[in-house]
């Protein structure tokens, strides 16, 4: 039982590259949520699905898009990378949408 | 004025201390509170959560709610190096979670 995985661990993007990050949970949990954490900001919610074919936009949507493609998996794109969107990503998944279960992040550096 | 304000520390106590780490809010929607743990360089896990006010113990932490001062508190007792990490509340209501910067805790042997 691996919880939620997240890949790659790492990633450097030029500014206007393009990049996937992908998260799988193994929990048959409804919900997946996708956070960005920066210093002194706390972790912000980008997008959310409430279950599998649905999603909706958090509180940094802009720039990012979301695709829920099983129950398992829920991925996050960056169309055309900026530097503000340097940060470290984090995936969770929840039954009950408080206790939610998190990755161990994807650290993502735009130069 | 951020929706949920947190000390970012950091605290640095001595081995057996007992920590109390903050949060304010702003907004009285809030119904579940959470505290989460999050060592360097992993994703957060959840330590403990409360439904609306009152006090719930786990071992050696208690969570604390104050619905009317919109004020959570986690007291940690007999503070071990391992509880060294980042502590960061979360607030939850109908789809709404909002989380604290986190505070930097380290506990010295």
């Known amino acids: 039982n691996a919880g939620v995985t997240q890949t790659p661990k790492f990633q450097v993007l030029k500014t206007g590259q393009s990049m996937t990050l992908q998260c799988a949970q193994d929990m048959n949990h409804n919900s997946m949520y996708w956070y960005r954490q920066d210093p002194g900001m706390g972790l912000r919610l980008i997008y959310y699905?409430?279950?599998?074919?649905?999603?909706d936009k958090g509180e940094v949507p802009n720039g990012y898009n979301v695709s829920r493609l099983n129950k398992r998996e829920f991925s996050l794109r960056l169309e055309s990378a900026a530097p503000s969107q340097t940060s470290v990503y984090f995936c969770?998944?929840?039954?009950?949408?408080?206790?939610?279960?998190f990755g161990p992040g994807t650290r993502l550096t735009v130069t | 004025q951020k929706e949920v304000e947190q000390d970012p520390g950091p605290l640095s106590v001595p081995e057996g201390a007992i920590v109390s780490l903050n949060c304010t809010y702003s907004?009285?929607?809030?119904?579940?509170f959470m505290w989460y743990r999050q060592y360097s360089r992993k994703g957060p896990e959840l330590l403990m959560y409360t439904y609306s006010s009152g006090n719930k113990e786990d071992g050696r932490f208690t969570a604390q709610v104050d619905k009317s001062s919109k004020y959570i508190s986690l007291f940690i007792r007999d503070s071990q190096p391992s509880d060294s990490a980042t502590y960061l509340c979360?607030?939850?209501?109908?789809?709404?979670?909002?989380f604290g910067a986190g505070t930097r805790l380290t506990v010295k042997p």
């Open positions: 907004n009285s929607a809030f119904q579940y």
């Open positions: 699905s409430a279950s599998e074919g649905t999603t």
């Open positions: 969770a998944s929840t039954v009950s949408s408080y206790e939610q279960y």
């Open positions: 979360a607030m939850y209501n109908n789809n709404d979670m909002r």
